[in-house]
């Protein structure tokens, strides 16, 4: 088992800036891709950007082009999300997800682990 533990969330005025930590602990030999997801209220769960394992390719959503940057320290497993310009459209419960691939007798083997949630009030 991976647990992804979040924190950085809180409030903040329209173009203001916050950064949101993930630090794996427990099981996590094979992290592969890391990266957030944010659900707003009465939305489903989307995806905000993702960065991989060596090189560290990033991919964001069009909504947070420009605005946010994704970053990884593979040496104390941990994740970040630095986000500027906020916007009150951002705000959301931001989820930490960690995907591990594992080599077993039948083939790779993924899990996604999730983070229990960190919120995100941009105010006007």
């Known amino acids: 088992q991976v647990q992804p533990v979040e924190s950085g969330g809180g409030l903040v005025q329209a173009g203001g800036s916050l950064r949101l930590s993930c630090a794996a602990s427990g099981s996590i030999f094979g992290i592969n891709a890391m990266g957030w997801y944010r659900q707003a209220p009465g939305k489903q769960r989307e995806l905000v950007a993702t960065?991989?394992?060596?090189?560290?390719?990033?991919d964001y959503s069009d909504s947070v082009k420009g605005r946010f940057t994704i970053s990884r320290n593979n040496a104390k497993n941990t994740v970040y999300l630095q986000m500027n310009s906020l916007k009150p459209e951002d705000t959301a419960v931001y989820y930490c997800n960690i995907v591990r691939v594992r080599t077993t007798p039948t083939g790779p083997q993924r899990n996604d682990y999730w983070g229990q949630g960190t919120q995100v009030t941009v105010s006007s």
């Open positions: 960065i991989t394992g060596l090189p560290g390719r990033t």
